[in-house]
């Protein structure tokens, strides 16, 4: 079993920045990658962003340019840097992670709003 705990986020004005991080716990060894949804009110969960152990990074075509993401191995954590923040990019941002299974945080509300 593994758990994700994220930490990070909030509220931040247009063309801000916010920074979400995800520590995974518990059976970390089944882990192969690690990423970020997101879940906008009224929408479908999309993918934002995933990276692999090997380092293969995939972004959504919306944030390409503006976030990045990384992964530190050797703490289990994935992390997302998020700049030039829009309106459209507020959501409830979830870490998961790949292994035997798919995990999910439970999520981390980021308003981008003036």
């Known amino acids: 079993q593994v758990r994700l705990v994220e930490s990070g986020g909030g509220l931040v004005q247009p063309g801000g920045s916010l920074r979400l991080s995800c520590a995974a716990h518990?059976?970390?060894?089944?882990?192969?990658?690690m990423g970020w949804y997101r879940q906008a009110p009224g929408k479908q969960r999309e993918l934002v962003a995933t990276?692999?152990?090997?380092?293969?990074?995939t972004y959504a075509h919306s944030v390409k340019g503006r976030f990045t993401i990384s992964r530190d191995v050797t703490r289990n954590a994935v992390y997302l840097q998020m700049n030039s923040l829009k309106p459209e990019d507020t959501a409830v941002y979830y870490c998961?992670?790949?292994?035997?299974?798919?995990?999910w945080g439970k999520g981390t509300l980021d308003t981008v709003s003036s």
């Open positions: 998961n992670a790949e292994g035997w299974e798919d995990y």
């Open positions: 990276i692999t152990s090997g380092g293969n990074i």
């Open positions: 518990g059976s970390v060894f089944t882990i192969n990658a």
